[in-house]
């Protein structure tokens, strides 16, 4: 989604990948931010915390009529249908953030 989004191309690679696996950590409710994921991605949680916010934001209120193709496709169990996750309560995603 963020490749359709100009505001995310100044956005490094590295960080908007691990942005994106700490956005689904924390959906998924499967952890947070390890010192083995800081020290392979080089990121703190805390370096990550704004980034995350915006692609939660961007899931949230993205319009789905443009990527029908794409929702269909990743809400295939084979893609352990992703698509159909609900973003996070904004003041829940903080909450978690914070705990990270």
Known sequence: MTLQEYDYARESPSKLAASCLLLALTMKKLGGW???LEYYSGYSAQDLHPLVKRLNFLLTYQPRSKLNTVHKKYSHRV????????PMDMLKLEKALTSC
């Open 34 to 36: 390890t010192p083995t």
């Open 79 to 86: 893609f352990f249908e992703v698509a159909k996750l609900t």
